[in-house]
């Protein structure tokens, strides 16, 4: 929201006041608050007939600083609030000290300084350079006519070169800088400004991020208004704020997710292929049943079908009942599919009860539909007749809405695509009492964490995966998240991928897509380009509006495409889990903005149509009909893992590519773990795994995690001394094989392990027990 018009003045109607000095402070071991008024005091008469803001800083981990701004302390706390980690509110990880007029806090490696003698200035520094500072108009406060609403408001400096990412998925262009950004759920598509995943939390170029705790909306002007300024206000008498130093995009989000919740770990069988029935077409038993077996006569792997919304009857969603005229056998149904193939099932469900359906006169008698001021329930037919909204504040409803879905676990049933949660309005009346403007973003968070948690109460911690749509900060503990309604065209396809690495900046670690774009039936050579993309997500589903996307409705091709990326997937299974255990333990997402793993060469910086797969895959995906793609390559020594060749960056190409391959480079120096399976995702990656090795400078030593499902994981350590290369194994269950791609080398005379020459290069087998494998580079 813009308050000023230009430089000089303010919007009509505006009214603004910032603090200006400050005038007193109180100051603890661990923290300290300061008193500003918003203009020059000359004398006792100044201090009269004029606001004073509180301003507490505080720091609740190491890295971490808050700042609390307050006008008026006693307006009404109605909620809800995000749920931050422990220490929120104990600021034990700060330490004060004062030198004469000089205050500093410092939360490890982050300080914030301010001299209490100088006009009203906040200053964060870290490793000995200022990060980022409040200036004169930094902190306060504006009202505007007619409505007299009253904004708090901050601004953070921006440095020369500064670029800013994040602020959840989003679809306009990557870097934030000069855009106006509204934190506000909709439901829009992926074509416009509006977004399903509204995170208060951004992060920039030069070593730190921002997070607001506010859950209602949050405005920012991306130096959009003040051009050396990020912007954000909210409507109320208190913004706070938290500065998290990484120094590195990895480690900001590492402390982010710290704060507001680590990723869950999916369980590995949700890494395979998920087919869907497609949103309006026509389908029942037969249709599926027909898609699955052509799935396995074209020998493509699948791990997950999904029932799109009309598993259930028209103008009933939900009523968490089958179709009986269309699937009369419900549970026969899903027991033949699991049995016969093998196959996990997802259903569609969304958190309103239509008029029609059975279930609306329990949930409005029972007071678990969200109600008007006046106590009727609030209805619209958008969407469903004359829904209503489940009042997930209720804990009566949370219950009741659990023990539908339990119904279906036991029919079956494995997870859920947990849609909508964005049109929530703002004229209502919640059980709890919140605040409407705060629970219109807010409600996503207890409808999918509802989900979740049944699934694991019912499915086991670790076997727990939400398809979800919307989202806010905290989000990132129920995945995955999809990319929402894009068009079948290459443009869309790249604004999923633009939205995907913009959500992984925010916390995210899992994110998927409709392969082949949601409304509009693709092109053949769209559908082979999207499933090579959506193949090397973390999460890939075959999803449409009108069409289907089985691969043999395209070409004989499409389904090539299709089954060589996806057991590729699998083969690549022990190396993009080991992803995942990453993402859930620090919050770096899978698939990475180029600016992640390479923060220090500015070319990475705006890159928004490549991205890092983990630590070392490279992935850029082909947006045109004839196969022509640029991309990027850093500094280094780079391998395509599907053609070996070699490749050397710093530098831009272009390229052909045929729907067999598309740029997938392998970093110089990696040891990327290949399963030995590629019918499906989730086996003991461990047993038979073959560690491919790209070009080991002398004196590396690289150690590689390969994940085991319900054991521990197996650690592999490769090192090269001179011409030696030498593998060793810890907790390996069975055989496992190094492969030097693109060397020649030797087994040492005598050693108990075998060696061959390969188109790739030289790969050594060792049986199951042999714990250390020695190669002579030749």
Not at 205 to 217: A, I, L, Q, S
Not at 733 to 759: I, Q, Y
């Amino acid at each position: 929201m813009k308050f000023t018009d230009g430089y000089w003045l303010m919007r009509d109607g505006v009214q603004a006041s910032y603090a200006t000095e400050i005038a007193d402070t109180r100051v603890h071991d661990d923290r300290f608050t300061l008193y500003a008024p918003v203009r020059h005091v000359r004398h006792r008469g100044d201090t009269l007939n004029g606001p004073l803001l509180t301003v507490e800083c505080f720091s609740p981990a190491e890295g971490v600083i808050g700042v609390r701004a307050t006008h008026h302390a006693g307006t009404l706390d109605r909620g809800p609030h995000f749920a931050l980690g422990s220490g929120q509110n104990d600021a034990a990880a700060g330490k004060v000290t004062r030198d004469g007029t000089l205050l500093e806090l410092a939360g490890g490696s982050l300080s914030l300084r301010v001299d209490t003698a100088a006009p009203y200035r906040l200053e964060f520094t870290a490793d000995g350079r200022t990060l980022t500072s409040v200036e004169a108009r930094g902190t306060g406060y504006a009202t505007t006519a007619p409505d007299g609403a009253h904004h708090s408001l901050a601004q953070l400096s921006l440095g020369v070169g500064e670029l800013v990412y994040g602020l959840g998925e989003r679809f306009t262009p990557f870097v934030r800088n000069g855009q106006s950004v509204d934190i506000w759920q909709a439901d829009g598509g992926t074509a416009s400004e509006q977004a399903y995943k509204n995170v208060p939390f951004h992060l920039t170029n030069r070593g730190y991020g921002v997070f607001v705790n506010h859950p209602g909306k949050v405005s920012y002007e991306v130096g959009s208004e003040a051009v050396g300024q990020v912007q954000f206000s909210v409507e109320g008498q208190t913004l706070e704020y938290y500065v998290i130093h990484g120094p590195g995009p990895k480690e900001i989000l590492d402390r982010y997710t710290a704060l507001t919740g680590r990723p869950a770990l999916p369980p590995a069988w949700s890494f395979g292929l998920w087919l869907s029935t497609s949103f309006t077409t026509s389908y029942d038993e037969e249709t599926v049943r027909g898609f699955v077996r052509g799935m396995a006569e074209r020998d493509i792997p699948l791990g997950v079908f999904h029932f799109d919304c009309f598993w259930m009857r028209a103008y009933q969603w939900c009523d968490f009942a089958w179709d009986p005229e269309v699937f009369p056998d419900p549970e026969g149904m899903l027991r033949r599919l699991k049995e016969e193939h093998g196959l996990r099932i997802c259903v569609w469900i969304n958190p309103y009860i239509a008029q029609k359906s059975p279930l609306f006169d329990e949930a409005a008698r029972l007071g678990y539909l969200v109600r008007r001021p006046d106590g009727s329930v609030w209805q619209w037919d958008l969407w469903q007749a004359g829904m209503g909204l489940v009042d997930f504040t209720h804990p009566g409803a949370r219950a009741w809405y659990a023990d539908k879905l339990r119904g279906l676990l036991g029919q079956g049933v494995d997870c859920f695509k947990t849609d909508f949660g964005e049109r929530v309005p703002t004229d209502v009346v919640w059980h709890d009492g919140s605040d409407p403007e705060r629970m219109h973003n807010y409600y996503t968070q207890l409808y999918n964490r509802t989900v979740f948690e049944t699934l694991t109460e019912e499915r086991g911690a670790g076997d727990a995966v939400l398809f979800a749509r919307s989202a806010t900060a905290g989000g990132q503990q129920y995945p995955v998240h999809w990319g929402g309604d894009c068009e079948s065209t290459f443009g869309a396809m790249a604004e999923s991928l633009r939205g995907g690495l913009s959500l992984g900046l925010s916390g995210f670690g899992f994110w998927s897509h409709d392969i082949g774009g949601f409304e509009g039936d693709p092109a053949p050579e769209l559908f082979k380009r999207w499933v090579q993309f959506g193949l090397l997500s973390s999460h890939s589903r075959l999803h449409g509006s009108t069409s289907y996307r089985v691969p043999w409705a395209y070409d004989e091709e499409a389904v090539t495409v299709t089954r060589e990326f996806t057991k590729l997937k699998h083969r690549l299974m022990p190396y993009l889990y080991r992803a995942a255990q990453q993402a859930a333990e620090h919050g770096t997402p899978v698939m990475r903005a180029m600016l992640l793993e390479f923060p220090d060469d500015p070319a990475c910086h705006t890159l928004d149509r490549q991205y890092m797969l983990g630590d070392d895959l490279l992935v850029a995906p082909v947006f045109t009909t004839d196969g022509t793609v640029e991309y990027y390559v850093p500094d280094g020594e780079w391998t395509h893992l599907l053609s070996g060749e070699r490749i050397s960056g710093p530098g831009w190409r272009r390229e052909q590519h045929g729907f067999d391959s598309l740029p997938l480079l392998v970093r110089g120096g990696a040891v990327l773990p290949y399963g030995e399976r590629d019918g499906c995702a989730d086996y003991d990656w461990a047993h038979g795994v073959t560690l491919r090795a790209y070009r080991l400078a002398d004196g590396a030593t690289v150690t590689t995690r390969v994940p085991r499902p319900r054991a521990a994981d197996a650690v592999f350590r490769t090192r090269r001394h001179g011409q030696r290369i030498t593998a060793e194994a810890t907790g390996a269950p069975g055989p496992w094989h190094l492969l030097l791609v693109g060397a020649r080398a030797d087994a040492p005379e005598g050693a108990d392990v075998t060696s061959r020459h390969t188109d790739e290069g030289t790969l050594l087998r060792a049986p199951a027990g042999v714990t250390e494998l020695t190669a002579l580079l030749t």
